[in-house]
């Protein structure tokens, strides 16, 4: 993880304002997802992109009935019919 050199504190109700510059350098606008993971001690923001809800893919992710299946699953469920 490469450090990006800017402190901010965290307001009362917990939140923090990420800089433009970086919500512009990581194309990221106001209303966009994002997901919060966290690694050890370290807490990590991430823009969100939908997952498979079978493999875990993030690969050619399509909703599919409220939830998110990937195109390679969609075509194995497609081959239980047969």
Do not use: T, W
Request: with cysteine; proline share 5%; hydrophobic share 35%.
């Amino acid at each position: 993880m490469k450090p990006a050199g800017v402190v901010r504190k965290v307001d009362q109700l917990g939140r923090i304002v990420l800089p433009k510059s970086l919500r512009k350098r990581y194309q990221m606008n106001e209303g966009d997802p994002v997901e919060i993971l966290v690694q050890g001690d370290h807490i990590i923001l991430e823009r969100y992109r939908p997952r498979c809800v079978f493999c875990g893919s993030m690969d050619d992710v399509n909703d599919f009935k409220e939830r998110y299946v990937c195109a390679a699953c969609m075509s194995d469920m497609g081959h239980l019919r047969r």
